[in-house]
T-cell receptor, first 112, second 112 residues
Framework: DAGITQSPRHKVTETGTPVTLRCHQT?????MYWYRQDPGHGLRLIHY???????DKGEVSDGYSVSRSKTEDFLLTLESATSSQTSVYFC???????????FGPGTRLTVT | DQQVKQNSPSLSVQEGRISILNCDYT??????FLWYKKYPAEGPTFLIS?????DKNEDGRFTVFLNKSAKHLSLHIVPSQPGDSAVYFC???????????FGQGTRLTINP
């Protein structure tokens, strides 16, 4: 299994509060991704990173920001959480741009 | 704009029979396709992939077929086993795009 962890695994927060999710890898892979999974929508890309300090938006990036200050960590921040951001969030890594991605165990976030 | 579509939300198959999961795409630039399997409370795991230069790729019980003219791919599982019960996602990528586009997923249930 790819060495990828996510923290926290579960979080309940209130509308309007900031939330940061962490993805940590031990594989030294260049590419890291944040997805959200919602019923009827599958996995949708939020943001991704192709190197330290190099990030780009995915298809559902509004309301989210990311940072990658070192190879092993990719942080996803909800500046002001909304109920529409209640979801399961997955981090993924891959060594090459084209190829299979390896996913973390997920973080279940509930915004009340 | 759903570029990758899995039109069957669920599929039920008897143990030992063939399971066929389908996926359609609209972007003719896609040239690499993957299938992922997801169990509850876990991250997706890579199953099998196919490049657009091929029309078939086989790995044990799993075979992926690609029909470029119809913009359609399918995953065949033979014989189906109870452990195959999971949600299956197809995904597509354009070389150099650094990211995958996922379908909505199909929940496969294998009945004893």
């Amino acid at each position: 299994d790819a060495g990828i962890t996510q923290s926290p695994r579960h979080k309940v927060t209130e509308t309007g509060t900031p939330v940061t999710l962490r993805c940590h890898q031990t594989e030294n892979h260049r590419y890291m991704y944040w997805y959200r999974q919602d019923p009827g929508h599958g996995l949708r890309l939020i943001h991704y990173s192709y190197g330290v300090k190099d990030t780009d938006k995915g298809e559902v990036s509004d309301g989210y920001s990311v940072s990658r200050s070192k190879t092993e960590d990719f942080l996803l921040t909800l500046e002001s959480a909304t109920s529409s951001q209640t979801s399961v969030y997955f981090c993924a890594i891959t060594p090459a741009a084209l190829g299979e991605q390896y996913f973390g165990p997920g973080t279940r976030l509930t915004v009340t | 704009d759903q570029q990758v579509k899995q039109n069957s939300p669920s599929l039920s198959v008897q143990e030992g029979r063939i399971s066929i999961l389908n996926c359609d795409y609209t972007n003719s630039m896609f040239d690499y396709f993957l299938w992922y399997k997801k169990y509850p409370a876990e991250g997706p795991t890579f199953l099998i992939s196919i490049s657009s230069i091929k029309d078939k790729n086989e790995d044990g019980r799993f075979t992926v077929f690609l029909n470029k003219s119809a913009k359609h791919l399918s995953l065949h599982i033979v014989p189906s086993q109870p452990g195959d019960s999971a949600v299956y996602f197809c995904a597509a990528s354009v070389e150099g795009a650094q990211k995958l586009v996922f379908g909505q997923g199909t929940r496969l249930t294998i009945n004893p």
